[in-house]
């Protein structure tokens, strides 16, 4: 019975990227490139699983730890020099063969920079192994544009040669169309011995993994290739064209699963869900709207075009309208925000509340069926149930030095054009006329105001518009 562990080749620099952020940390619908490849791995393999990380190790490392319950078990060895991808798989020696022998008959190999890889096609390439009994399975596509990629070279039988190498080829083998997708199930046995007598004979003075096939072939053992017609899964990102082009793929990749359990997405490809986000069903997503990082939509809800909803969860029956920018926000069932709202993080909309437009929220509790229509700021705030903010108001939470908090119980009436300087409290029921500058509590019931008594001047307008027309 084969068993299979497997190693991921993360410590390149990707000097294509021309980044300062390591390649593998590159995100892909909102994840790193590297977690879409530990999880695959992880999924696949039924033994040890190795990441090999170098260039940025410290930030590679501190993400993979950060991640370590949803990905583990793995294990992270370090490629102080990148010299190649062969010295990259020899580096997981260690996790992949125990004192005495591999801790799995067979070792899957996988570049870190190849997120579009689904489980289906590495168990397809697993079963291939096994079933031609090969020492080397590698994984193949035909491109249009095989341009960066090693091309693989067959005999007159069409059996497996060897790679080469884009740098290395010749003209004939440049014109090869059939790629190196870099995905490879290897005997482990086989595999480190051959990686010991490994010379870095080629333009780039490195040690390529690659040379393990023409090896085997050399030595009268199996290579077989599993070709994929899928082109966009094999995609390998070396640089900001390709990084687009995967994000592309994977967007695409995500509204399909969530059009599949029952939510309308107006236009997908103008839609950007991110790998962790939720969306229950019958809810709509119109074009333009991005849903980020570990976002929850609940169900039949409406999401309008140009709104952005980071690390937010957001309750059934909740409408947003158009151009809402929410982050870090909790909002509960038949809740209606926007257009243009600014849910800024810290703020509960409790159920059926409204934000409206223009409003900006932060640290703010809402609550229950409480409104903040237009044109206001509330900072820490904390409103009751079935209050009414209106139109203009201002918490000013901030004296230069602190933040202070404003407390506004139930149903209270704020007038428009309010402030009020926290720290202060609105009793329940009480109601702030329109215009005032709220600087002291108010009691439950009582009616706040701090305006002057208006004046009226008869006819003085007139006077000055007459007195005006004689001077012309
Ligand atoms: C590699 C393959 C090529 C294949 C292509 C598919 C080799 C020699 N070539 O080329 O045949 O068509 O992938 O995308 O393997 N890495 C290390 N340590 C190193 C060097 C690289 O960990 O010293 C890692 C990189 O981080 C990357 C992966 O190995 O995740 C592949 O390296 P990269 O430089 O991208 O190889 P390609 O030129 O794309
Ligand atoms: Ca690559």
């Excluded at 084969?2 to 619908?29: C, D, E, Y």
């Excluded at 009268?220 to 390998?236: C, H, K, P, Q, Y």
């Excluded at 059926?352 to 409104?371: C, T």
């Amino acid at each position: 019975m084969n068993t299979v562990s497997a190693v991921i080749m993360a410590a390149g620099q990707g000097t294509r990227m021309k980044s300062a952020i390591p390649k593998v940390l590159h995100p892909v619908a909102g994840k790193p490139m590297v977690w879409y490849m530990a999880a695959l791995a992880r999924r696949v393999a039924d033994s040890a699983v190795a990441i090999v990380i170098g260039h940025g190790a410290e930030q590679v490392r501190e993400y993979l730890t950060q991640e370590e319950s949803a990905l583990s078990p793995f294990s992270v060895v370090e490629q102080v020099q990148q010299l190649g991808t062969g010295h990259a798989v020899q580096q997981a020696r260690s996790v992949l063969v125990g004192d005495t022998q591999p801790v799995a008959t067979q070792c899957l190999i996988l570049n870190g920079d190849t997120p579009l890889l689904t489980e289906e096609t590495i168990r397809a390439l697993l079963d291939a192994h096994d079933s031609s009994q090969a020492t080397v399975t590698i994984l193949t596509t035909s491109l249009e544009h095989p341009q960066g990629y090693g091309r693989v070279v067959r005999g007159s039988e069409s059996q497996v040669l060897s790679i080469v190498e884009d740098r290395d080829a010749t003209e004939l083998e440049k014109s090869i169309q059939e790629i190196n997708v870099g995905t490879y199930v290897v005997n482990t046995r086989f595999l480190f011995e051959s990686l010991d007598t490994l010379k870095p004979q080629n333009v780039q003075g490195e040690y390529y993994l690659t040379d393990i096939v023409g090896m085997a072939v050399s030595q009268g053992l199996r290579v077989s290739a599993f070709v994929t017609t899928d082109t966009n899964e094999t995609i390998g990102i070396n640089n900001r064209e390709h990084l687009a082009l995967a994000e592309r793929e994977m967007r695409q990749r995500v509204c399909r699963v969530w059009m599949q359990n029952g939510v309308t997405v107006v236009d997908p490809s103008r839609t950007s869900i991110d790998a962790d986000v939720t969306v229950g069903r019958d809810s709509v997503l119109y074009p333009d709207v991005r849903l980020e990082g570990r976002t929850v939509i609940g169900e039949s809800c409406i999401v309008r075009s140009h709104t952005r909803i980071t690390n937010s969860t957001v309750g059934n029956g909740v409408t947003i309208q158009d151009c809402c920018v929410i982050n870090e926000a909790d909002i509960e069932q038949d809740a209606m925000i926007g257009p243009f709202a600014h849910l800024r993080p810290k703020v509960t909309i409790r159920a059926r509340a409204k934000v409206g437009n223009f409003v900006e929220l932060k640290q703010v509790e809402l609550g229950e069926g409480s409104k903040a229509n237009h044109l206001s700021y509330l900072g820490n705030t904390e409103v009751g149930q079935s209050v009414n903010i209106g139109a203009g108001t201002i918490t000013c939470n901030y004296d230069g030095y602190k933040k202070e908090k404003t407390i506004i119980e139930d149903e209270v009436f704020i007038g428009s054009d309010t402030q009020l300087i926290a720290p202060v409290r609105v009793g329940r029921g009480a109601m702030i006329a329109a215009g005032t500058t709220v600087t002291q509590d108010v009691p439950p019931e009582a009616l706040g105001i701090s305006r002057p008594v208006q004046l009226n001047k008869e006819g003085a307008a007139k006077r000055k518009r007459d007195s005006r027309h004689l001077k012309k």
